[in-house]
């Protein structure tokens, strides 16, 4: 990663947003296991402490954005995750 702030602006000019995200513990599961993927991203959450967490209740917790190359995959990887969420909850 770019420890020079004018590079990294220049890399996350290259980032769209691609997921919305429901709530923390799944943008804490994404970025684990994108991490370990060595997918680059950045989240960001609509918490905003002079509204208190309004927009959270309307918008989804925040959104996540990576280069455009990894849009598929990021998609793949969520589709699983909030399957199993699904499934993990109609068992029990």
Same mark, same amino acid.
Request: with cysteine.
């Given at each position: 990663?770019?420890? *020079? %702030?004018?590079? @990294?602006?220049?890399?996350?000019? /290259?980032? &769209?947003?691609?997921? &919305? !995200?429901?709530?923390?513990? #799944?943008?804490?599961? $994404?970025?684990? &296991? !994108?991490?370990? @993927? *060595?997918? %680059?991203?950045? $989240?960001?959450?609509? /918490? *905003?402490?002079?509204?208190?967490? $309004?927009?959270?209740?309307?918008?989804?917790?925040?959104? $996540?954005?990576? %280069? #455009?190359?990894?849009?598929?995959? &990021? #998609? #793949?990887? !969520?589709?699983? !995750? @909030?399957?199993?969420?699904?499934?993990?909850?109609?068992?029990?």
């Amino acid at each position: 990663m770019a420890s *020079d %702030p004018m590079e @990294r602006r220049k890399q996350m000019e /290259h980032y &769209i947003k691609a997921a &919305i !995200l429901e709530n923390e513990f #799944e943008a804490q599961l $994404l970025d684990s &296991i !994108l991490t370990e @993927r *060595d997918i %680059p991203h950045c $989240l960001t959450s609509y /918490h *905003d402490t002079a509204y208190n967490g $309004l927009y959270q209740t309307q918008l989804g917790w925040g959104y $996540l954005t990576a %280069p #455009e190359t990894y849009q598929d995959e &990021i #998609e #793949e990887i !969520l589709t699983d !995750l @909030r399957t199993k969420a699904c499934e993990k909850n109609d068992t029990e």
